[in-house]
């Protein structure tokens, strides 16, 4: 069983900034792309971030130039380090990742993480 856990969300002030880590744990074979997705109540899920296994990264408009994707491959971490954050950056925030495991190849979802950003 394959599992992504996250840590890292909070409360922030305008401006201020966090860092958001999954890590993906049990039967894992190989993982492609990692990602942050984000929810704001009313919207949509959106994508943030991703980051694939050679190591290109994209952005959604909205954060470059403020926000980070990166990953450890060697502890299964994908990490989301945002910058400058905006009260329109409050969300509760997911990550997902692309695994190849016992069942074969599956998307998988955290559980999220909540990251308020106060005015």
């Known amino acids: 069983q394959v599992q992504l856990v996250e840590s890292g969300g909070g409360l922030v002030q305008a401006g201020g900034s966090l860092r958001l880590s999954c890590a993906a744990s049990?039967?894992?074979?190989?993982?492609?792309?990692m990602g942050w997705y984000r929810q704001a109540p009313g919207k949509q899920r959106e994508l943030v971030a991703v980051?694939?296994?050679?190591?290109?990264?994209n952005y959604v408009d909205s954060v470059k130039g403020r926000f980070t994707i990166s990953r450890d491959n060697a502890k299964n971490t994908v990490y989301l380090q945002m910058n400058m954050l905006k009260p329109e950056d409050t969300a509760v925030y997911y990550c997902?990742?692309?695994?190849?495991?016992?069942?074969?190849?599956?998307?998988?979802w955290g559980q999220g993480t909540q990251v308020t950003v106060s005015s």
């Open positions: 997902n990742a692309g695994i190849t495991g016992g069942l074969g190849y599956l998307r998988y």
């Open positions: 049990g039967s894992i074979f190989s993982i492609d792309d």
């Open positions: 980051i694939r296994s050679g190591g290109t990264r």
